[in-house]
């Protein structure tokens, strides 16, 4: 997938709004567990909610014009919880593949997996890779999901896919560059976020693109993302729009 990584932002969504439409979001899907909990359910009922605010999020993205979205599905250091809440969700994923696959690649949707698929169960990566292979002409909405993703772990691994190439000869060490580094990450050719969205109410990274949301904006949400709506989204993507951003330097207006 080559989605050019500039700059430039779109004006006019697809259902007629205007202000600047994010090219990038990227959702931490957080609170699953509260979600379940703060109603006397198991935390796995909160995932296979999660799962349907999911599907309206990919919908909703398709209609209103965004380019690519990422989801923070499942990260490295997931594993550490009980093996039964685990096992649930690699179910729940299969189960997503299995079912809305073929629905995905009709929405002509574009599947892109992020995150270490070294050790991953086999069927687990079988079905990845189908995901991506089956998709891999689509020309619709990037869906970029980040499963056994770990940010400081994808750096590490662009760093010695460099360092090999430098051991080679292949490379000289001063021709490390930020974009050299940029195309070794598993978003290589994807734009940087420009909007990620954190639902449940904190405000941290947990390990999500720490190279790639250099100059993201952020949207924090209290709701727990079984409860996230497509009207939540569409604040969000207005707050977005009203966002002045500067990269450093300074508004068209402030430089005169
Ligand atoms: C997010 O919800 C889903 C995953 C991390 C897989 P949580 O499971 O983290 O829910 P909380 O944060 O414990 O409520
Ligand atoms: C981040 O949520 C990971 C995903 C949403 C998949 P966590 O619930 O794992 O993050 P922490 O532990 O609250 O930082
Ligand atoms: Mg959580």
Redesign the pocket.
């Known amino acids: 997938m080559s989605v050019s990584p500039d700059h430039t932002p779109h004006t006019v969504s697809a259902d007629g709004a205007s202000g600047n439409l994010p090219r990038h979001v990227a959702f931490?899907?957080?609170g699953n567990g509260r979600w379940a909990t703060a109603r006397s359910l198991p935390r796995t009922e909160g995932h296979r909610q999660g799962l349907e605010t999911l599907r309206s999020v990919i919908r909703h993205s398709g209609r209103v014009g965004i380019e690519v979205v990422t989801i923070?599905?499942?990260?490295s250091?997931?594993w550490s919880r009980p093996e039964a809440e685990v096992s649930f969700l690699m179910g729940l994923l299969r189960r997503f593949v299995q079912r809305d696959l073929s629905e995905l690649h009709k929405s002509n949707v574009r599947i892109r997996i992020i995150g270490n698929r070294a050790d991953l169960e086999p069927g687990i990566l079988a079905l990845l890779n189908e995901a991506e292979d089956l998709t891999k002409e689509n020309t619709g909405l990037n869906l970029v999901v980040a499963f056994n993703y770990g940010s400081r772990a994808e750096i590490v691994r662009a760093a010695q896919s460099l360092a090999e190439k430098v051991a080679k000869g292949e490379l000289q060490a001063g021709d490390i560059s930020e974009t050299a580094l940029t195309e070794a990450m598993d978003t290589a050719g994807l734009p940087d976020p420009d909007l990620i969205i954190r639902t449940s109410g904190?405000m941290?990274l947990?390990n999500f693109l720490l190279w790639q949301a250099a100059y993201s904006e952020f949207y924090f949400c209290d709701k727990n993302w079984p409860e996230f709506s497509e009207a939540d989204f569409d604040k969000a993507l207005a707050c977005f729009g009203s966002r002045q951003r500067r990269y450093g330097g300074l508004d068209a207006k402030a430089s005169l």
């Open positions: 931490i899907m957080d923070y599905s499942f990260s250091e997931n904190e941290r947990s």
